[in-house]
């Protein structure tokens, strides 16, 4: 249950916990060498842009929090805001995270979750959507003799692994399915379908470094189970993926 919590709040609250910390700091230096010796020209200048930048950040924060629940327009804020999330505040969450000895996975999690949400919220009523959904290359047998890198329909359903699961299960959706072996290959399958949304299975790092790399596109991030072990014949929950898709379809 705690797991789950943080899971869920983590993000949110390390990155909200930075710009208090960066605030406060700001004063309490600001308003010191006030106190001791006044504040000269140049650092007039230093505090002012320092201070505007702490107000732009705070303040797209905000805009990026009510992302979660509303629609950001115009759409050129939406995506400078997904850039700053990507590129700003989690690096910013990961510093804190790292310096309080913190679990990696729940806040890579919680990061997912967040920008779940921030899809959810703002791409659920585009029209007919060109969905892919990029399946990761652990998710196949390891006995598998068939190597599938693009289409999933080179799956022989033999029934070993989820792949044949998920292909015969989305066979009559409007979507496109693929499996990426690597960031590459996923880069230039995002790059020859230009999708409207992508729903990405895969472990916690890679669905993070996904998130951030294709930030220009919404992604749904659906972690894959590891009954095995790390990258070896996961499985993913069918649920999880019908569920995203008939959310945005
Ligand atoms: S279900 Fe498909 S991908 Fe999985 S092991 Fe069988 S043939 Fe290979």
Sequence with gaps: MKEYYF????????VSTVLII??????????GSNSRTGISGNETIIYT???????????????VLMSTHSVIK?????????????????????????ITLQKTHTLQESFL???????????MRLENPKMLVLLPHCLQ?????IRITNDINDCADCGACDICTVKNALSNQPVKVAVASGGSLARKLIADNRPDLIIAVACHRDLTEGVRDAWQFPVYSILNER???????????????????????
């Design 227 to 249: 009954p095995k072990g790390p990258c070896f014949e996961t499985t993913v929950s069918l649920k999880a993926i019908e569920f995203a898709i008939n959310r945005f379809k």
């Design 141 to 145: 047998g390891s006995e598998c003799k």
């Design 74 to 98: 115009p759409p050129f804020v939406q995506r400078f805001s997904h850039w700053m999330l990507s590129h700003i505040y989690y690096p910013m969450a990961k510093a804190l995270n790292f």
């Design 22 to 31: 960066l605030v406060g700091l700001f004063f309490l230096l600001a308003l």
């Design 7 to 14: 899971a869920v709040i983590k993000f949110p609250v390390l």
């Design 113 to 123: 979750n967040f920008n779940n949400e921030i899809v959810m919220s703002n791409y």
């Design 49 to 63: 842009l320092v201070f505007i930048s702490l107000v732009f950040l705070v303040s797209n924060w905000i805009l």
